[in-house]
């Protein structure tokens, strides 16, 4: 490892709060995108049951 | 060829073999993103000029490079949505423009924060940047538009024109840095040639680009199986399928 403690990978020479700022941001955003067809899908799948259970008349 | 076209078309046969692609895409994304971030924020050294703040590189870089590369997707989705209609196509271009609308946020953001402690400045109006900037709002726009017809036909057929006349965008995007005179630094890797980067630099970056392209067909996998259960939920398929589980 090229720091050689935590907090020297955490302060990263005063870049740190830049640096950890952009892979936060990076983090939350790709989570939100494929988080967000996952819960579509489980939403979509009870719909479509219960569109299915209609049409039919069953 | 025609054969091929129209099986590759069809929504049934797209949702089976995407079915069995996405398990393999989740993982290699995942993978490489987690290694890839890994090295690149601990084990490499910092970059002689800039120090630590070059590290957003392993970000800032692959989310720039896949946010181009799914607007050439999406435009050709575009284009043979309008040419031959097939309903894939207009589903596809339809959930790349969200995917890539959040990747083109990530460049500017990580972008800006990356200018601020190496150029002194978060944001210039400068030929790369200013680009980029369209790119998003090209995007916004293909997505609102999309939103704004009752008629979903009209909607695909608008969106698609716009996204064919955006992609002008992508090759000025490509060589601004190279056109104007620019804050922003010129390409580090070379396809013809040697990369500027160093190799010990260079290995993390090809890891997270690897990742972020698979993320993306990762997240577009999902969104257009969820498109065509619902636009296929009067087909028997679907009906066998929904109840068979």
């Known amino acids: 490892m090229y720091f050689e403690t935590v907090a020297e990978l955490l302060a990263m020479d005063g870049h740190g709060p830049y640096v950890w700022a952009a892979y936060g941001i990076t983090f939350a955003t790709l989570v939100w995108l494929v988080a967000q067809p996952l819960v579509a899908k489980r939403r979509q799948l009870r719909e479509l049951r219960g569109f299915l259970r209609r049409t039919e008349g069953a | ?245």
């Open chain 2, 1 to 245: 060829m025609w054969a091929w076209f129209h099986k590759w078309s069809s929504p049934r046969w797209f949702y089976q073999l995407s079915g069995t692609l996405l398990p393999w895409l989740a993982v290699i994304s995942l993978a490489a993103l987690i290694v890839g971030v890994a090295w690149g924020l601990m084990f490499v050294p910092p970059d002689y000029k800039q120090g630590n703040s070059f590290r957003i590189i392993y970000i800032h870089v692959p989310a720039a490079a896949v946010a181009m590369a799914g607007y050439l997707l999406m435009a050709t989705a575009g284009a043979i949505s309008l040419i031959w209609r097939i309903k894939l196509a207009d589903m596809v271009l339809k959930c790349a423009a969200p995917i890539g609308a959040a990747l083109t946020f990530l460049a500017l953001v990580t972008g800006a924060i990356w200018g601020k402690p190496t150029w002194g400045t978060w944001w210039v109006w400068d030929a790369r940047i200013t680009s980029v900037l369209v790119l998003f709002f090209l995007y916004i726009g293909i997505i609102a538009l999309y939103e704004a017809f009752d008629n979903k036909e009209a909607a695909g057929r608008a969106s698609a024109i716009l996204a064919l006349v955006g992609a002008v965008n992508i090759p000025i995007i490509y060589w601004s840095v190279e056109w104007w005179y620019s804050l922003h630094q010129p390409a580090s890797i070379s396809f013809t040639g040697e990369s500027s980067i160093h190799p010990q630099m260079l290995r993390p970056l090809l890891l997270t680009i690897t990742g972020f392209y698979c993320f993306f067909g990762w997240v577009l996998l999902l969104k257009v199986r969820n498109e065509i259960l619902h636009r296929e939920r009067s087909t028997r398929w679907v009906r066998d399928l929904i109840l068979s589980r």
